[in-house]
């Protein structure tokens, strides 16, 4: 189940101007039913269904891969005065049916081990994941590491919309508007991995309200058709430390992932946030973070 936030950061990754963003997509609607409850998702974890229906967007299927994603991110040193540069790599994959999981970087450490979160999202059972890994570390007690589920009602409406039908990679392209001018040119074709990419150069010139001066931004954005991913997004070069990162999928392989990698380990406690809240299990053993979605 793909955030539609995600779009919205895509297009605004893009350099869309207003004009651009306010272009008509055409969508489709298709109506989906998850399978009957059982013991992996019991009919406890599912709220009832709504009037209407909760939408959610169409996963990705069909198009499997793994891949390691790395965040280059450049800030200024308070201490030096001087750009460091900071890169963050994780785990990411799909498989055929468009479940995806996302292991965020290590950003802490239990028992001097470094603790990472995973994200699992489920189209099939419209059910989302998130655990802490590696378990061993999690708690001191005989107490099992706890994963939190959250799902959408079992019938829901998928919104298939495709936002790069819109997206010229072909040919240069300039929009001028009230608040400044957008230019776009187009960078060809090149591997990544396993993956052919399309990439385009984003120019956005904007008016400073208050001094009058020019400021540019934008940048370069590279996607596969093959896999429907962005695989690298690249910030104006000119842009100052603390911008917008810079992200990329490395280590690409067109393979089918293991279905354990969608479904938290067997020896993790499974609550919803209600069941979590009641329980009050170990403060060592909870994710650290809420599921994304």
Known sequence: MRSPSRAVTFALLL????????QKI???????????????????????????????????????????????????????????????KGFTARDSHGRTRVEDPPSGAVNGVPIRNVRVQDPVSHCSFHWDEPAAALVASPERPVA?????????????????????????????????????????????????????RNTITRKNAQT??????????????????????????????????????????????????FYPPANYRIFTLAELNESHPPAQARPSVGPSR
Request: hydrophobic share 35%.
């Open 212 to 261: 009058g001066e020019l400021v540019t931004s934008g940048g370069e954005i590279w996607y596969s058709p093959s896999i429907r991913e962005v695989v690298r997004l690249r910030s104006n070069p000119t842009e100052v430390p603390g911008g917008t990162p810079d992200a990329e999928l490395t280590e690409i392989h067109l393979v089918e992932p293991e279905p354990a990698l």
């Open 26 to 88: 055409e969508t489709v609607t298709v109506k989906d039913v998850a399978p009957p409850p059982s013991p992996r998702f019991p009919a406890r974890w599912y709220p009832a269904d709504t009037v209407p229906v909760t939408e959610s967007l169409v996963p990705v299927t069909g198009d499997h891969y793994t891949a390691v994603a790395v965040q280059t991110s450049t800030f200024q040193n308070p201490q030096t005065g001087k750009t460091d540069v900071r890169v963050d």
């Open 15 to 22: 350099g869309c101007t207003a004009a651009l963003c306010q």
């Open 148 to 200: 939190i589920v959250t799902c959408l009602p079992r019938t829901v409406n998928y919104v298939y919309f495709d936002i790069w039908a819109q997206k010229n990679f072909t040919s240069v392209r300039d929009v001028t508007s009230d608040t400044g001018s957008e230019h776009g040119e187009p960078l060809g074709k090149r591997m990544f991995g396993e993956v052919e990419a399309i990439g385009v």
